[in-house]
Each structure stands twice: as C-alpha cells, then as structure tokens.
C-alpha cells in the first residue's frame, strides 16, 4: 500500500460525509431548468455586485469598466426567464407558485427589472455619479421586488 493512501482515503471519506450532509436538492429534471436560470442568476449577481460598488461610493468609477459592467447585465438580463416553463416548477426551485399562477404580474415584474437595466445602460457612460447611482438603485429594488412577490427564502 502507499503511504499516501490513509491521506487519501480520509479526504475521499471527509469528502462523501459532506455532501451527505448537504441539503441542497439535486436538479433531476432532464433539461435542469432550475440549474440554468440559477446558474444565470449568479452571473447577474456577480455582474451587478460592482455596479453597485461603484454607485454607493466605495469603488471608483471607471468609465470603460463600469459601461462594460451595465452591458454585461443586459446581455444576461434577458436571458434566465426562459427557463420558467410549465415544467420548470420542481425542487429545487426558491421560485413560489405565483410565477406561474401570476403569469401576467411575473411578466411585469420581469419588464420593470429590464426597463431599468436599459436605463441603467443608458446612462452607464455618463460619468453622472448621482444618476448612475439612480438607475444601479432602480436595478436593485426591480430584483428586490420580484424576490418579494416570487421567490422563497431559504
């Protein structure tokens, strides 16, 4: 036997105890639609938590940067709601039955939180910190918004 093999054998067994205790729920559904608009979700986040570094004042805007940042999220901005289909409603979604059952208020949820990314792109380059700082604020409560009304917390 190697003298690695205790080593390797403790972090195999660490390893499968963890994810035994984890209570994240597996997507098994065949498209993995949960899977993909959370995956999209976290590009969103990942893209906007700057943004909004930049619009409370603990970053410096940098204009090529920041219109990069503001362009990035509508390129992802439009992207996660097609993945709330009629079959897309099973664990382990945090999504609440109302983004189906309130097709229409999701829809308007979802076109208020892109309206205010296209404003937020529209002023991106603006060097206008006050109206940058606006418009990253109007992103954040359309997100904050249709959390409240269609999304579980955990």
């Not at 990942?46 to 570094?53: A, R, V």
């Not at 097609?82 to 208020?105: C, H, I, L, M, V």
Request: hydrophobic share 40%; proline share 6%.
């Amino acid at each position: 036997m190697s003298k690695h093999f205790p080593i390797t054998l403790s972090l195999l067994a660490c390893t499968l105890l963890l994810g035994a205790c984890s209570d994240a729920a597996k997507d098994t559904h065949p498209q993995q639609l949960v899977s993909q608009r959370v995956a999209i979700f976290k590009k969103m986040t990942q893209t906007l938590e700057p943004l909004g570094l930049v619009a409370r004042g603990h970053k410096d805007y940098v204009k090529p940067v920041f219109v990069e940042g503001a362009q990035a999220l509508k390129d992802l901005s439009g992207q996660p709601w097609a993945f709330f289909t009629a079959d897309g409603n099973y664990p382990p979604t945090r999504a609440k039955p109302e983004a189906w059952s309130q097709a229409a208020e999701f829809k308007q949820a979802q076109d208020s939180y892109l309206a205010n990314v296209d404003k937020l792109v529209a002023v991106a380059g603006s060097a206008d910190l006050p109206s940058i700082s606006a418009a990253v604020n109007d992103v954040e409560k359309s997100c904050k918004s249709c959390h409240q009304q269609f999304r579980n917390e955990r």
